[in-house]
T-cell receptor
Framework: GNSVTQMEGPVTLSEEAFLTINCTYT??????LFWYVQYPGEGLQLLLK?????DKGSNKGFEATYRKETTSFHLEKGSVQVSDSAVYFC?????????????FGQGTTLQVKP | DTAVSQTPKYLVTQMGNDKSIKCEQN?????MYWYKQDSKKFLKIMFS???????INETVPNRFSPKSPDKAHLNLHINSLELGDSAVYFC???????????????FGPGTRLLVL
């Protein structure tokens, strides 16, 4: 079946530190991959996405590359800010089945301290 | 302008009651979803409707009944509420499968349900 696994949180960093949140997936067919972000008390917002192998998604200084050989989609940012503190979700949609069903990882909480 | 809206934002109720959560999207999307987020932040799909037709039903207890009066609205009715129903419920929408970007889902702000 389809599944997404993220690194355990919380991740605590100082401002301007480098961020990596690991995400690996299991899927049949050719999934599209997403990172969503949930700020405290809010809904989810799409952060970035990639729809095929070797695509790089990027937004607001965050990047993730779709690696088919390692079935990974790790999220990175070169210099985090306090305002980046949130819960980050890796997710996939299996284009093979095309039902639009998003499969989420368990979420990783990021805390950035000044 | 709010793209995907939900009401109410908070809902506190007693066990055994029946309650509804409403969702509306003004994006012109054809597909709408309900997700449940538990206390550990884990998100799982419950239902999906495409143009008022049910396409995903993820083994949710039949106390939960989605209703889509038109493609801009997807409401969730819950009968005989139980303690375990306490969670945050998110509505989302996406474009039609044959449109430009059918895979990106846009989420509402969530409804925080507490069953006492």
């Amino acid at each position: 079946g389809n599944s997404v696994t993220q690194m355990e949180g919380p991740v605590t960093l100082s401002e301007e530190a480098f961020l990596t949140i690991n995400c690996t997936y299991t899927a049949t067919g050719y999934p599209s991959l997403f990172w969503y972000v949930q700020y405290p008390g809010e809904g989810l917002q799409l952060l970035l996405k990639a729809t095929k192998a070797d695509d790089k998604g990027s937004n607001k200084g965050f990047e993730a590359t779709y690696r088919k050989e390692t079935t990974s989609f790790h999220l990175e940012k070169g210099s985090v800010q306090v305002s980046d503190s949130a819960v980050y979700f890796c997710a996939l949609v299996n284009s093979w089945t095309n039902t639009g069903k998003l499969i989420f990882g368990q979420g990783t909480t990021l805390q950035v301290k000044p | 302008d709010t793209a995907v809206s939900q009401t109410p934002k908070y809902l506190v109720t007693q066990m055994g009651n029946d309650k509804s959560i409403k969702c509306e999207q003004n994006l012109g999307h054809d597909t709408m979803y309900w997700y449940k987020q538990d206390s550990k932040k884990f998100l799982k799909i419950m239902f999906s409707y495409n143009n008022k037709e049910l396409i995903i039903n993820e083994t949710v207890p039949n106390r939960f009944s989605p209703k889509s009066p038109d493609k801009a609205h997807l409401n969730l009715h819950i009968n005989s509420l139980e303690l375990g129903d306490s969670a945050v419920y998110f509505c989302a929408s996406s474009q039609a499968v044959l449109a430009g970007d059918p895979e990106t889902q846009y989420f509402g702000p969530g409804t925080r349900l507490l069953v006492l």
